[in-house]
């Protein structure tokens, strides 16, 4: 792909062009990215306000680019899921986060971002088990979070897949809450464990007075539910209070803790723990 037509082409070269010249090229040095342990997870920290300790962290994935420097996943995970290397990358991330929850304490949770495609993978119950058993943490240490957008078609086929995770003692949590399309219909059809408040509902809560009775309409309908709910993306302390007040569970974000390299963990333990 390097080569091209370069020369040749270069003289009516757009900005799209460009743009899908660069896609490729990140495209490229993704499929070796992995092989290359130019990947590595960080693990940000969910704050749990009752047990007053962290309860979990979350496994967000970080690309080292040997040239680029660090690469985000709101860049590379859009292009993994289009090409379908998510489908390595998230089975080495499953891993790669249970092999290191196996370090932390056992009351200690990770959470495991699942793509809908590799949701959708034929083999991702087979995947989970097998990190399961490669790592030895009980399932309940392990809590996979999909999104709304799996409800939006083949509703039954998800239903079914979450079933089957379920059975294995994994937990299931509802990222970015509030944020799809979907109804809330999907609630009453699956037992999840979590949900996650969006962000943008959080930032809000700085901003207008309804947001606090979003905060409160939520908690309060996971309660009855049995559900627990975590607020992402809390940066302040005004945040928190609010969040405290509604009876959210956990607290997750920058006023925490930023994400942090696993060899990090131990150290963020001991400073926040009881804080
Ligand atoms: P997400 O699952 O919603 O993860 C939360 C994002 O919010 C993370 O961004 C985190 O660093 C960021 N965040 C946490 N606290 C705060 C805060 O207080 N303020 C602000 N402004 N941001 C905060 P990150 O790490 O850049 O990841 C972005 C997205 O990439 C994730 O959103 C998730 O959708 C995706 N992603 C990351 N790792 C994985 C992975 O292993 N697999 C898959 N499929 N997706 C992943
Ligand atoms: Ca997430
Ligand atoms: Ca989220
Ligand atoms: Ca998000």
Request: glycine residues 6%; proline residues 4%.
């Amino acid at each position: 792909a390097k080569s091209e037509g370069k020369g040749s082409h270069r003289f009516f070269e757009s900005a799209m062009d460009a743009e899908a010249q660069a896609r490729r090229a990140l495209e490229t040095d993704l499929h070796d990215a992995l092989r290359n342990g130019e990947l590595a997870l960080h693990f940000q920290p969910l704050f749990g306000l009752s047990q007053n300790r962290v309860t979990a962290f979350e496994a967000l994935l970080r690309w080292q680019h040997p040239t680029r420097g660090m690469v985000s996943p709101v860049n590379f995970i859009p292009l993994a899921e289009e090409t379908g290397l998510i489908i390595p990358i998230g089975e080495w991330a499953l891993h790669e986060a249970c092999r290191i929850a196996a370090t932390w304490p056992d009351h200690i949770r990770v959470a495991v971002n699942i793509s809908p495609i590799q949701f959708r993978s034929p083999n991702l119950t087979a995947v989970v088990l097998q990190a399961l058993a490669r790592s030895g943490i009980a399932p309940n240490r392990l809590e996979l979070e999909i999104t709304e957008s799996l409800f939006i078609e083949n509703v039954e086929a998800t239903l079914s897949s979450l079933h089957s995770l379920r059975a294995l003692g994994v937990r299931v949590a509802l990222d970015d809450f509030g944020t799809g399309y979907s109804s809330l219909s999907y609630l009453r059809s699956f037992p999840f464990d979590k949900l996650k408040i969006d962000r943008s509902f959080i930032v809000d809560l700085l901003e207008h007075k309804g947001a606090t009775a979003i905060i409160r309409a939520i908690t309060t309908l996971a309660d009855a539910l049995g559900i627990e709910t975590t607020a992402e993306g809390v940066e302040h302390s005004e945040q928190l209070d609010i969040l405290r007040a509604e009876g959210c569970g956990q607290i997750q974000g920058y006023l925490f803790s930023r994400p942090i390299p696993a060899q990090d963990v131990e150290a963020l333990l001991g400073k926040l723990d009881g804080a």
